[in-house]
């Protein structure tokens, strides 16, 4: 907050005091003599039991503020003023003592918020020494000017509070205005300490290289602190204006109870996102699968209801964390992106199978875009019906590049065997038709016939 929306606020606190102060005229009431009251008429009536409402249950009565005694310092002035015979002398409605007990608290006011200002920039400036170094300074500049003006409020509420010539209603006004306002800055004087912890744990796993892995666990501790701190200070403030919590939450738990029922596929997909962020299944940016919905691609977002997968068609595909949830997930990216592919070859019987083993091997290792310290093996797998199953095996770096290898690889390996003379046969079937001699027979007088 700039200085000049401070100047603003400290003159609209101590202009809403004066306002207040001068439109107080102090009246009492006597009871007139006509006012006979008869013992007679009088009769007592036993009170009717009323109905319990849930509204009374909730809002509660406040307790009204006590009054003010008189302290030390404004006995002493009394004294003085009495004195000097100037205890009856009024200007604008207000005693001479109730404006020196003001001018007192505006000098409260003042000398607190100057000594609350230095303690402050000391604290945030021997703070600022003690954080690594690359942090928002603006941050923790930020911090300062809210915890100076909560220590404005809570002078202002201590020295508005013992001024007697209030009325229950200003001081209730007052100390409401004073509230809301504290809240307000309270939370934000904590969503910037967690955006502070939050900046140096991002720092901190930038520099152990696990901004990656951790990510998930800060974006969970962001909200959970944000969550828990809101519940806390909307609980405060409830209790403050006479909301009965405990009955309040009751009531809210039966309308919760309707709500949940209509929106559980929503409660079940924002739980699946917080176990998600947990358990760290997947991260952003690796590639995944999920299978029984077919879904597969790149991980771009993990939000509370729904994680972001865009596919290599460029198409970006939105499922909600209870079907991730509720399916087995292939990672391809974690925690090694290397992948190995493995195809199979038939070649014909008689073929050397040794030479065939070597001429496969030799040749997938030539490409470039297999892995050449990670095993390249065929193996004799299967006897088939018409050729020799052989299992050829690889690694590549990274899945992504599948498609593309296989191409290379299978195009390699078909040049090979053909320049090589090894024969990948295909099935073939012999089908040998027996006739009796009648049926011959028919079969060459139909053909006669036919001529």
């Keep these: 907050m700039s200085k000049k929306l401070q100047i603003l606020f400290f003159s609209f606190v101590l202009g809403l005091i004066l306002t207040s102060a001068c439109s107080i005229l102090v009246t009492t009431e006597t009871p007139t003599s ?18 319990t409402n849930i509204l009374e249950e909730i809002v509660v009565e406040r307790t ?65 020494h003690q954080l690594p170094e690359g942090l928002d300074p603006t941050l923790l500049k930020r911090i300062g000017n809210d915890l100076r003006l909560i220590i404005l409020l809570i002078i202002a509420f201590f020295a508005t509070r013992g001024l007697s010539f209030l ?9 409401d205005f004073y509230f809301i306002l504290g809240i307000f800055f309270a939370y934000r004087v904590t969503a910037l300490l967690i955006r502070l912890v939050e900046d140096w744990y991002h720092r901190k796993t930038i520099e152990e290289n696990q901004e990656e892995e951790l990510a998930p666990v800060i974006t969970l501790f962001v909200r959970s602190s944000k969550l828990i701190i809101s519940i806390i200070l909307i ?9 009965n919590v405990t009955a309040f939450a009751a009531a ?19 739980i699946a996102g917080f176990i998600i962020l947990v358990d760290r299944p997947f991260r952003i940016g ?44 292939i990672n391809y990216s974690y925690p090694d992106p290397q992948y190995r592919i493995e195809t199979h070859i038939g070649i014909g019987y008689g073929t050397n199978i040794e030479k065939a083993r070597k001429l496969m091997v030799d040749t997938v290792s030539e490409l470039d875009v297999v892995l050449k310290d990670k095993p390249i093996d065929a193996l004799y797998i299967e006897m088939g019906d018409s050729a020799m199953i052989f299992r050829v095996r690889w690694w590549i770096e990274s899945f992504a590049d599948t498609r593309r290898v296989v191409d290379q690889v299978h195009t390699a390996l078909q040049n090979a065997l053909d320049e090589a003379g090894i024969e990948s046969p295909f099935p073939t079937q012999s089908i040998n038709l027996q006739v009796n001699p009648q049926t011959a027979e028919w079969f060459s007088h139909s053909r006669r016939d036919d001529r």
Aim: glycine residues 8%; without cysteine; proline residues 4%.
């Design 34 to 51: 006509n006012t006979i009251t008869s013992t007679a008429t009088l009769t007592q009536e036993t009170p009717e039991p009323k109905e």
């Design 64 to 128: 009204p503020l006590p009054t003010a005694l008189p302290g030390p310092i404004q006995q002493e002035v009394e004294q003085a003023v009495a004195r000097a015979g100037l205890a009856r002398t009024q200007i604008l409605g207000l005693r001479i003592t109730d404006w020196i007990g003001l001018f007192l608290s505006v000098i409260y006011i003042i000398l607190g918020y100057l000594v609350g200002t230095f303690l402050v920039k000391s604290f945030i400036r021997q703070l600022s």
């Design 167 to 175: 009325s229950a209603f200003i001081k209730t006004l007052l100390v």
């Design 235 to 243: 609980t405060i403030a409830l209790s403050h204006f006479g909301i």
């Design 252 to 270: 809210l738990g039966i309308g919760g109870l309707a709500i949940s029922l209509a929106a559980r596929d929503t409660i079940a997909d924002a």
């Design 286 to 329: 690796d590639r995944i699968e999920i299978q029984e919905v077919g879904t597969w691609g790149d991980v771009m977002d993990i939000g509370l209801r729904t994680t972001r997968i865009r596919t290599r068609d460029n198409r970006m595909v939105i499922v909600p964390n209870s079907i991730i949830g509720s399916n087995q997930v």
